[in-house]
């Protein structure tokens, strides 16, 4: 069965801080991919990245960047120089060979001014 | 380009009462999911369709559920009759395709009292 853990429930940092949000999957499928969405007060799932499970590659975007490693099932999320706008719920999913998407329970990150 | 569209926003009902959700996805997008998100936790899929197919309902409660797609544009969630245990948030998303990333809507707050 899949699993996706996000271990740390709430995160505080004070502004400019940098912060790394943990994930954790479990999948016995060869083919997969991880998300990581943003769900901020409003409500709404922003989608952040995806990635699949043949490209190990780290990726910066901006402040943010990602580390997929297979070999410890993680794909982790940080945010360098974290900012007030960042506060939110952030889900970390996988999307198995049959196309289902699962999600963690979320981390609810607050930013402090 | 417009994103995922639901309504209402919120929504107020006494248990037993019926209501019902819309939700007009991206342009384009075959692929249309509705998700159940309980307070505290990640969202879980309730039925998904591909056009106006239905591809996974496994997970939706039919004794009380029902999701339709007709023309393969827009859906329609129903609740009849409601439930404490059904207040939650109630996201649709949508994809090009099945294997293609999802994008969410804003969400329904459901508060069943």
């Known amino acids: 069965a899949q699993k996706v853990t996000q271990a740390q429930t709430e995160i505080s940092v004070v502004e400019k801080e940098d912060v790394t949000l943990d994930c954790v999957y479990e999948t016995r499928d060869t083919t997969y991919y991880l998300f990581w969405y943003k769900q901020p007060p409003s409500g709404e799932l922003v989608f952040l990245i995806r990635?699949?499970?043949?490209?190990?590659q780290n990726e910066i975007s901006g402040r943010y960047s990602w580390n997929f490693q297979k070999s410890t099932s993680s794909f982790n999320f940080t945010i360098t120089a974290s900012q007030v706008v960042d506060s939110a719920v952030y889900f970390c999913a996988l999307k198995d060979g049959a196309n289902n998407l699962f999600f963690g329970t979320g981390t609810r990150l607050t930013v402090i001014p | 380009e417009a994103g995922v569209a639901q309504s209402p926003r919120y929504k107020i009902i006494e248990k037993r009462q019926s209501v019902a959700f819309w939700c007009n996805p991206i342009?384009?997008?075959?692929?249309l999911y509705w998700y159940q998100q309980i307070l505290g936790q990640g969202p879980k899929l309730l039925i998904q369709?591909?056009?106006?197919?239905?591809?996974?309902d496994s997970q939706l409660p039919k004794d009380r559920f029902s999701a339709e797609r007709l023309k393969g544009v827009d859906s329609t969630l129903k609740i009849q009759p409601a439930k404490l245990e059904d207040s939650a948030v109630y996201l649709c998303?949508?994809?090009?395709?099945?294997?293609?990333?999802?994008?969410f809507g804003p969400g329904t707050r459901l508060l069943v009292l």
């Open positions: 990635r699949n499970s043949f490209d190990e």
């Open positions: 369709f591909q056009n106006n197919g239905v591809v996974d």
């Open positions: 998303a949508s994809s090009f395709g099945e294997v293609e990333t999802q994008y």
């Open positions: 342009s384009g997008h075959a692929t």
